[in-house]
């Protein structure tokens, strides 16, 4: 029986998950081998349930061997939290934020071990693994035939002054397998009802055909990029979720690229709410850096038409049909605005604006129509 070694690898882009002075705790992966010619992995069905900070992370693969059985020692690396975090990088990288590790080969969970990858023994590229990282080991046996591997587990996502939530999954590495493709590929993805997050637009050759299974909108290709790093834009689709999951189903597939899944601070979001940059409402990005005391003192630089937009802004992400032609036509114009005939305003939550602010800007609209004519 020939025994092998093979990495589960949680290491992405490095510029992704370390920019911006940003706090980066895990990300998600599928099984790599080193060195495989033989086993073809021959479906993947990954399924991502978003559980406030927490991703949780269920697999089921199908693999072929066409040849003898073997013994594998299988891993799975992950990088330590880094970023403004306890025992940080400067410590050596904090304790990797996985929790609810399990595995499943066949009918049998397999026990593991963990341990940092410089004291592991394992050779591996640095390209894939640092000395820092974790790795949690366990033997498969892959007899001659399909062998089903489960497994399943919750990172801990990432944030930054650009992004509020980040959760990354490494899918490039499943083309590493024989044939250096995924055979039957599904991807199922829900990020909660009501929200409004960020996927790619491919994964490095044609458009990735999502379908959302539920009730919510996807806009069409944009073009993104962080202020000032304009030549390293990247192409998105934005997702709205009122209920459901966003779906990729793919055969034959083999990513060249990774998957992320972003939630933007609101400075950016309010960038991706339409097919233009710059809109009536994007002046909230100044209400959104200015002090609560300073909030009085704006609104009167507001035209009459920003206030009404600004008031009812809460009521059109609720998904509130209006009867005014004028701000059905403003909110049409935003992929998260989805008209429902039987939502009314009571309890609509703070989405944009806090109820402070809204009264600030009652009180505004009032002193307006109240002002003694010339």
């Given at each position: 029986m020939k025994k092998l070694i093979i990495l589960f690898v949680l290491l992405?882009?490095?510029?992704?998950?370390?920019?911006?002075?940003?706090?980066f705790y895990a990300q998600g992966s599928t099984l790599i081998p080193l060195r495989e010619t033989v086993i073809r992995m021959q479906k993947e069905i990954l399924s991502l349930d978003r559980k406030g900070e927490w991703m949780q992370v269920d697999i089921y693969f199908e693999f072929f061997n066409p040849g003898a059985p073997r013994?594998?020692?299988?891993?799975?690396?992950?990088?330590?939290?880094?970023?403004?975090?306890?025992?940080?990088?400067?410590?050596g990288g904090a304790h990797p934020q996985i929790r609810d590790f399990m595995?499943?080969?066949?009918?049998?969970?397999?026990?593991?071990?963990?341990?940092?990858?410089?004291?592991?023994?394992?050779?591996?590229?640095?390209?894939?693994?640092?000395?820092?990282d974790f790795v949690y080991y366990f033997q498969v046996n892959f007899p001659k035939g399909l062998s089903v591997i489960r497994h399943s587990y919750m990172y801990r996502g990432g944030m930054s002054v650009e992004e509020k939530q980040a959760f990354f999954y490494r899918l490039s590495t499943g083309s590493s397998w024989a044939g250096g493709r995924i055979g039957d590929f599904e991807l199922n993805i829900n990020m909660g009802d009501d929200s409004y997050f960020a996927v790619p637009a491919s994964f490095g050759a044609g458009t990735a055909d999502w379908t959302l299974v539920g009730v919510g909108r996807i806009s069409p290709v944009l073009r993104y990029a962080m202020f000032g790093m304009e030549d390293e834009a990247r192409q998105l689709?934005?997702?709205?979720?009122r209920k459901g999951k966003l779906q990729l189903r793919k055969k034959d597939f083999s990513p060249r690229?990774?998957?992320?899944?972003?939630?933007?601070?609101?400075?950016?979001?309010?960038?991706?709410?339409?097919?233009?940059?710059k809109h009536t409402l994007s002046r909230l990005t100044e209400l959104w850096w200015m002090e609560s005391d300073s909030v009085a003192a704006f609104l009167p630089r507001l035209s009459d038409a920003e206030l009404r937009a600004f008031r009812n802004l809460n009521y059109a992400r609720r998904g509130m049909l209006f009867k005014d032609e004028g701000l059905r036509k403003l909110f049409s114009s935003f992929f998260w605005y989805l008209p429902d005939p039987l939502v009314s305003t009571e309890g609509t939550p703070d989405y944009y604006l806090t109820k402070e602010q809204l009264q600030l800007i009652?009180?505004?609209?009032?002193?307006?129509?109240?002002?003694?004519?010339?």
């Open positions: 992405g882009t490095e510029f992704s998950v370390m920019a911006n002075d940003g706090v013994e594998l020692t299988v891993g799975f690396v992950t990088p330590p939290a880094f970023g403004d975090v306890e025992g940080g990088e400067e410590e595995v499943m080969a066949g009918n049998e969970i397999l026990p593991y071990k963990k341990t940092r990858m410089k004291d592991s023994g394992f050779r591996i590229s640095d390209s894939l693994s640092g000395g820092y689709r934005m997702v709205y979720l690229t990774d998957l992320s899944l972003v939630v933007f601070q609101l400075h950016n979001e309010i960038r991706l709410w339409g097919n233009s940059e009652r009180e505004e609209e009032n002193r307006r129509k109240n002002k003694p004519a010339g």
